[in-house]
């Protein structure tokens, strides 16, 4: 069973910077993509970032020029680098891998924002 530990999640000012971590418990083959997504209170869970084995990217119009994801294949890890951040980026983030094509979740770590 594949764990995925997320790290990085704080308090910080409007235009300020974090960086999220998520790390496989275990060295993983086949994991067909890795990303993030995030849950604002009263909200749905919306992707943020996704990117793919082959290395293409998505990100959330909302996110666009501001986050950034990367991924260290060596150790398992997918990073969201989120700059200029708003208050409306407050939300619970949780780290996604599909893992020949399922899908496993971080428990989740909370970005808050203050205006």
């Known amino acids: 069973q594949v764990q995925l530990v997320e790290s990085g999640g704080g308090l910080v000012q409007a235009g300020g910077s974090l960086r999220l971590s998520c790390a496989a418990s275990?060295?993983?083959?086949?994991?067909?993509?890795m990303g993030w997504y995030r849950q604002a209170p009263g909200k749905q869970r919306e992707l943020v970032a996704f990117?793919?084995?082959?290395?293409?990217?998505n990100y959330a119009d909302s996110v666009k020029g501001r986050f950034t994801i990367s991924r260290d294949n060596a150790e398992n890890t997918v990073y969201l680098q989120m700059n200029s951040l708003k208050p409306e980026d407050t939300a619970v983030y949780y780290c996604n891998f599909i893992i020949r094509f399922r899908q496993y979740w971080g428990q989740g770590t909370q970005v808050t924002v203050s205006s």
């Open positions: 275990r060295s993983i083959f086949s994991i067909n993509g």
């Open positions: 990117i793919m084995s082959d290395g293409k990217t």
